[in-house]
């Protein structure tokens, strides 16, 4: 099973996936690809890859849905074949459960995927290249396996949510500081359990 996680629109990639998932089905006709999210108006799918996606008995269109993350734990791969990203949230979702990554050599995802370790790169818009990274993981499941886990680990190492909370308290500070903001030092007592407090501000 391989997964797709995102907008269904040309600049995340769908005609190249689905090129590669039909490429690959001719060798592994139980190849079933999972397809978490939905048709958008901007930048639409031309309408054959859109029919592929709903005429296909082995695409499983999930739609739109409020908890991906059961679905991760259903895939084997996670695909991120996108022309263009910020920080990739898929992608280290995907590392939480375990599943490694083939993704694109673009902005943001070279951040998330490190090639050889959690995922495979492959170049933008190369359809038969995302194919051989995803025949890679298939064939051989012990490196799958090993990616996988090298991705939950590093989510579990970088990714915290007190690392992340902590990060965003200190670029408030910073930020306040830059406008002669004077941010007073909370107490031993009081600790940082939630995004939304923030540094208290001092003004004289």
């Given at each position: 099973?391989?997964?797709?996680?995102?907008?269904?629109?040309?600049?995340?990639?769908?005609?190249?996936?689905?090129?590669?998932?039909?490429?690959?089905?001719?060798?592994?006709?139980?190849?079933?690809l999972?397809?978490?999210?939905?048709?958008?108006?901007?930048?639409?799918?031309?309408?054959?890859?859109?029919?592929?996606?709903?005429?296909?008995?082995?695409?499983?269109h999930?739609?739109?849905?409020?908890?991906?993350?059961?679905?991760?734990?259903?895939?084997?791969?996670?695909?991120?074949?996108?022309y263009?990203?910020?920080?990739?949230?898929?992608?280290?979702?995907?590392?939480?459960?375990?599943k490694?990554?083939?993704?694109?050599?673009?902005?943001g995802?070279?951040?998330?995927?490190i090639?050889?370790v959690?995922?495979?790169?492959?170049?933008?818009?190369d359809?038969?290249?995302?194919?051989?990274?995803?025949?890679?993981l298939?064939?051989?499941?012990?490196?799958?396996?090993?990616?996988?886990?090298?991705?939950r680990?590093?989510?579990?190492?970088?990714?915290?949510?007190?690392?992340?909370?902590?990060?965003?308290a200190?670029e408030?500070?910073r930020?306040?500081?830059?406008?002669?903001?004077?941010?007073a030092?909370p107490?031993?007592?009081?600790?940082?359990?939630?995004?939304?407090?923030g540094?208290?501000?001092?003004?004289?």
């Amino acid at each position: 099973m391989i997964g797709f996680v995102g907008r269904f629109t040309r600049d995340k990639g769908l005609c190249e996936l689905i090129e590669a998932y039909l490429q690959l089905r001719h060798e592994r006709p139980r190849l079933h690809l999972l397809l978490v999210g939905d048709f958008e108006e901007g930048d639409p799918l031309p309408s054959n890859v859109r029919k592929i996606i709903q005429c296909d008995s082995q695409i499983v269109h999930a739609g739109m849905v409020r908890d991906t993350a059961p679905y991760y734990h259903v895939m084997d791969i996670l695909a991120l074949p996108t022309y263009r990203e910020g920080f990739p949230n898929a992608a280290s979702e995907a590392h939480a459960a375990g599943k490694p990554v083939v993704g694109t050599r673009a902005t943001g995802v070279v951040d998330a995927v490190i090639d050889g370790v959690n995922g495979v790169l492959v170049p933008v818009g190369d359809s038969e290249a995302l194919a051989k990274g995803f025949d890679l993981l298939l064939k051989d499941k012990e490196l799958a396996a090993a990616m996988g886990s090298a991705g939950r680990e590093r989510v579990r190492r970088e990714f915290r949510q007190e690392r992340i909370w902590e990060a965003l308290a200190q670029e408030y500070i910073r930020l306040l500081e830059a406008r002669g903001l004077r941010v007073a030092q909370p107490s031993p007592s009081k600790t940082l359990s939630a995004p939304t407090e923030g540094p208290e501000v001092v003004r004289s």
